[in-house]
């Protein structure tokens, strides 16, 4: 008992010698999440500031003789002359594998019921994005486990590429199964005691959304097993605009931690359409000028310096990012969607009406492109889906000719045919990824023209009975395919065979 | 709205600036402002003069010490307060006690938009949020 009192009487002899210098101000006007304060004379800007009550702000506005805030937290105490200090610290956030599995929200404080989070380093929010030197070329690939795009529009560790299209059209689907797919290869590889192998985290960030589809989302990947290589940062639609608009952030600097530590992290913001229009508002209420489509001018900067924090660092780890863009109608030339596609490398175009058509996932090929390309594939998938790209796009072309006459020369009729039952093997159900090996398989069965004798209507029939063919008899196979990544003689041969096995026990 | 609430605000600190003596709030000046607008009328007066009082304020904030204290302060004490403000912040300063028994012991001292913490309310409030 006496120790502890020794210990209060020493922090206070601590204390009591300190004289501390505070710079303070007081709220003039309060309303929507902003506070403007005069005094503050001293702050800086994007410096956290502290409310009475506990809420926390950040400086955006520093004018003249008056300081403008976003304020995180609850705002409803706070009240015109209240006292607001600097604190001399950036917004930080807690980060480290302690979080994995957790829901959190924008400030980092757990939202899932589920106890304090045991970190211990927290980062700043807001930080300048890797520069040149310590990047490096976007190279390994980062499997979605969704066949039309490992194949066709391939997405690499360190890559950011968009995923776009209208509402409903299964963009949170492809990020979910590509989450999914992680923790699925995670789970193998850290099985394997392979030392070389370098599992995947996952951040979810989801900004302005329905609190039932972020309990979904949960739902979906504690379902998959996959929430436990998985952050859910929610700042949903009932939050403050300044909790949304800092959510990505958060979620960036949690995605940083694994990337600065010789890890891989996933990082999926869900929407940045939604982000756009909260940094809108509190732009508006800040009164900054606003330009095109009532944005204020720096919108471009909100998503670049977010974006550019994505990357693959010499002798660390890689970050990527799925940011994901809502359309209206399916335009693309709007003002947020055409920065992002600036921005980013590259886009997954989903079309709706593609969607209504049964094609799911609903990928536009034509519209869609990875800039990195083929660099982020595998052997393996290039020797068997290499010619995939152009093959659809020919096909869509003839289709679109086709309607209008009936006579088709042999040549065109087989194109088309075939083109069909490309289109029939990239459907995929939600929530199921596949694994790698498993696509070059229907890859190769497709180019070895095994599905040909099929009826166009049955093909997804037949790509699932040789899905579990090849998983339930031939895993040493789909193990060869996986750790050599590359289609040797021998390797094809044994395929070719495996293949036939499949095609005479399908027949009969 | 807005418009006016900012043509105003650059008009108080036009007449602001014009209050201003030798990097010091000067009460002729100030005095004479007021005069001048009594006199001319401006559009918003009330607007005007609100912005105009609010920067006097701060700048008369900034050369004046407030001493809170729980406990005697002697005007030796306030004179030495008053000195070394006026070295840190090189302007004068003058100084004047306000006592207040919440800080329990010890002074807090306002200047412009600074605080000076040395009292024990302050440190048992920084010992409660490190805990």
């Known amino acids: 008992m006496s120790t502890v009192l020794e210990q209060i009487e020493q922090q206070i002899a601590k204390l009591s010698s300190k004289t501390?210098?505070?710079?303070?101000?007081?709220?003039?006007?309060?309303a929507d999440g902003v506070a403007k304060i005069d005094g503050l004379s001293d702050v800086m800007y994007n410096e956290m500031v502290q409310f009475p009550g506990g809420a926390i702000g950040i400086a955006l506005n520093l004018e003249e003789d008056e300081v403008g805030c976003v304020i995180l937290g609850d705002i409803a105490l706070l009240k015109e002359g209240d006292e607001v200090t600097t604190t001399g610290k950036l917004l930080s956030v807690p980060v480290g594998k302690?979080?994995?599995?957790?829901?959190?929200?924008?400030?980092?404080?757990?939202?899932?019921?589920?106890?304090?989070?045991?970190?211990?380093?927290?980062?700043?929010?807001?930080?300048?994005?890797?520069?040149?030197i310590v990047r490096k070329s976007v190279s390994q690939p980062l499997f979605t486990g969704i066949m039309a795009i490992d194949s066709m529009i391939p997405i690499g560790r360190g890559q950011r590429e968009l995923i776009i299209g209208d509402r409903g059209t299964g963009k949170t689907t492809i990020t979910i199964d590509t989450i999914i797919n992680q923790a699925k290869i995670n789970k193998v590889g850290l099985a394997s005691g392979d030392k070389g192998f370098r599992p995947v985290y996952s951040i979810y960030v989801a900004i302005g959304q329905k609190n039932s589809n972020i309990v979904r989302t949960i739902s979906a990947l504690e379902?998959?097993?996959?929430?436990?290589?998985?952050?859910?940062?929610?700042?949903?639609a009932a939050d403050n605009p300044a909790n949304q608009y800092i959510a990505p952030y958060s979620g960036a600097a949690m995605g940083e931690w694994f990337m600065d530590n010789g890890m891989d992290a996933l990082i999926v913001y869900d929407d940045l359409s939604k982000h756009a229009v909260a940094y809108r508002q509190i732009s508006l209420i800040l009164k900054r000028p606003s330009g095109r489509e009532a944005y204020p001018g720096d919108v471009f900067y909100l998503h670049s310096r977010l974006l550019e924090r994505a990357a693959r660092l010499d002798g660390k780890g890689s970050l990527t990012a799925l940011p994901i863009i809502e359309t209206l109608a399916g335009d693309v030339s709007a003002y947020i969607p055409t920065n992002v596609i600036s921005i980013t490398d590259g886009q997954i175009f989903l079309e709706t009406d593609l969607f209504n058509q049964g094609i799911r996932p609903a990928v536009s090929v034509g519209l869609s492109v990875s800039r990195v390309g083929s660099s982020a594939q595998i052997k393996a998938t290039k020797q068997v889906g290499g010619k995939l790209k152009g093959e659809l796009a020919q096909f869509r072309e003839l289709a679109a000719f086709a309607q209008f006459g009936s006579d088709l020369d042999a040549k065109t009729k087989a194109q088309l045919e075939r083109g069909g039952r490309i289109v029939e093997l990239f459907k995929q159900p939600a929530f199921s990824p596949l694994p790698i090996e498993l696509q070059v398989t229907v890859l190769f069965a497709m180019q070895k023209g095994f599905f040909e004798p099929i009826d166009i209507k049955k093909v997804v029939e037949a790509a699932s009975s040789l899905k579990s063919f090849f998983t339930t008899r031939k895993d040493d196979l789909l193990t060869e395919i996986r750790t050599k990544a590359a289609l040797d003689k021998d390797l094809e041969a044994k395929l070719q065979a495996a293949c036939e096995e499949w095609k005479a026990s399908y027949a009969a | 709205m807005a418009s006016h609430a900012k043509i105003a605000l650059k008009f108080a600190r036009q007449l602001f600036s014009m209050s201003i003596v030798d990097g010091a709030v000067s009460a002729d000046r100030v005095a004479g402002v007021l005069e001048y607008v009594e006199k001319h009328g401006t559009a918003n007066p009330v607007m005007v003069l609100k912005a105009y009082q609010r920067l006097i304020a701060t700048e008369l904030a900034k050369g004046h010490a407030i001493v809170e204290h729980a406990g005697a302060v002697n005007d030796a004490m306030l004179a030495a307060i008053a000195a070394s403000m006026t070295k840190k912040y090189g302007r004068a300063v003058t100084a004047t006690a306000k006592p207040n028994a919440e800080l329990i012991a010890g002074l807090r001292v306002h200047?412009?938009?600074?605080?000076?913490?040395?009292?024990?309310?302050?440190?048992?409030?920084?010992?409660?949020?490190?805990?």
Do not use: C, H, M, W
């Not at chain 1, 501390?20 to 309060?30: D, E, F, P, Y």
């Open chain 1, 20 to 30: 501390v210098k505070k710079n303070t101000g007081n709220i003039r006007a309060v």
């Open chain 1, 98 to 132: 302690a979080l994995l599995g957790r829901t959190v929200d924008a400030l980092g404080n757990p939202v899932d019921g589920k106890g304090p989070i045991g970190s211990t380093e927290t980062y700043p929010v807001e930080k300048i994005a890797p520069g040149i």
């Open chain 1, 223 to 236: 379902k998959a097993g996959a929430l436990e290589f998985t952050i859910i940062v929610a700042a949903p």
């Open chain 2, 111 to 131: 200047i412009g938009d600074d605080v000076y913490e040395s009292s024990v309310a302050g440190q048992l409030a920084a010992l409660a949020s490190s805990v």
